[in-house]
């Protein structure tokens, strides 16, 4: 099977009520989406992704009405973040209702939900009558995709349609906010910033660490998003890029751009650095480096998802 890469909705949804694979593009980062009630489909995403059964699926629809009909004992303070932040790079881990089939949450008692805003995946979603279990559309452990062609290059063979809707807008999966023990917790920094997350609250909120990653939140696994290369970390490379050794800045404060040298926004400008955090770690694996020394960004706003990503693809 070779997946075929077109733009129509129609089509996507028609193939998805068949039990079929289809990647979707989301403002975060491309999905590989089945029919989450279907646990053929379900099983399917699994093995095309070579994703460990114990880790659960995120499921997607298009309205904080359509998909919070699979959660219930709803906290206020979820209500609040949906109200406000849907549709958006955000999901809602909440206890789930018995018609959500096990294999989707890997047999946990709560449900990831989300309500993307990418204008493609939402016509897609307005057409299906169940909700649609959507990984990032990458092998388990590798980079995200964020083009339709990041997604045929990596799971072409393995899928039947992608709906191309062009470069992802945020870049980043989403921000996983979770209410065990009834206070929320995000469980992976993304594409919503946790200081949107607390304003909309009108208080702090707990942010679960890389060193506190435990087995229910497998995103949070430290080694994911590999690069196939080794990275470094710091705060200013001192050095300039060499055929060997790439170097990824951030700002144009520290030397400007040789053929080594990569740059996640020249303009400082931290939603800029998440849109081109995943195609520029393509693009140093393809680049023939065996190491790049990796500029971490401030640690505000998306750029602590940033740095997150980064520190997990240098583990
Ligand atoms: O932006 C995104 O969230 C993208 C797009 C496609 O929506 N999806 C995505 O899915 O990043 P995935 O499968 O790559 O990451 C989902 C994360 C996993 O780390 C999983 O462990 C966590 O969500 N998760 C899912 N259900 C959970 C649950 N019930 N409790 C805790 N974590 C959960
Ligand atoms: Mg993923």
């Known amino acids: 099977m070779r997946a075929i890469i077109g733009t129509d909705p129609e089509e996507a949804a028609r193939r998805l009520a068949m039990g079929q694979l289809v990647a979707l593009p989301t403002e975060t980062v491309y999905g590989l989406g089945g029919n989450a009630l279907n646990p053929r489909a379900v099983s399917g995403v699994f093995t095309a992704k070579n994703r460990p059964s114990f880790d659960p699926l995120i499921l997607h629809q298009s309205s904080s009405e359509r998909i919070l009909a ?11 973040l949906a109200e406000a932040l849907w549709p958006g790079p955000l999901t809602l881990v909440l206890p789930r ?10 047999g946990l008692d709560t449900v990831a939900l989300r309500v993307p805003s990418h204008p493609l995946i939402r016509e897609v979603l307005e057409r299906v009558d169940f909700p649609v279990a959507a990984p990032s559309a990458n092998p388990f452990g590798f980079v995200s ?4 062609a990041h997604v045929a290059d990596q799971l072409g063979d393995r899928i039947d349609y992608i709906l191309d809707g062009g470069t992802c807008r945020v870049g980043l999966e989403s921000t996983i906010v979770g209410f065990a023990g009834g206070a929320p917790t995000v469980l992976r920094k993304g594409g919503t910033a946790v200081e949107d997350i607390e304003s909309v609250l009108g208080r702090s909120v707990e942010v679960r660490t890389l060193s506190s990653s435990r087995p229910t939140a497998p995103g949070m ?3 994911h998003y590999s690069p196939g290369i080794a990275l470094t970390l ?3 490379a001192a050095e300039a890029g060499t055929a060997e050794r790439a170097v990824v800045r951030f700002g144009d404060a520290n030397g400007a751009g040789g053929q080594h040298e990569y740059n996640l926004s020249v ?9 081109n955090l995943f195609t520029v770690l393509r693009r140093l694996a393809a680049g023939g480096y065996r190491s790049a020394t990796v500029e971490l960004v401030p640690e505000r706003g998306l750029g ?9 693809a240098s583990n």
């Open 145 to 148: 995709p964020v083009t339709a």
């Open 304 to 312: 602590r998802a940033i740095n997150d990503r980064l520190r997990r």
């Open 221 to 223: 696994l430290v080694s």
């Open 234 to 236: 710091v705060e200013v």
């Open 267 to 275: 303009a400082g400008d931290l939603e800029e650095a998440a849109r």
């Open 97 to 106: 209702v018995s018609s959500v089939p096990d294999l989707v949450t890997a």
């Open 70 to 80: 699979y959660a219930q004992q709803i906290p206020h303070e979820a209500r609040r």
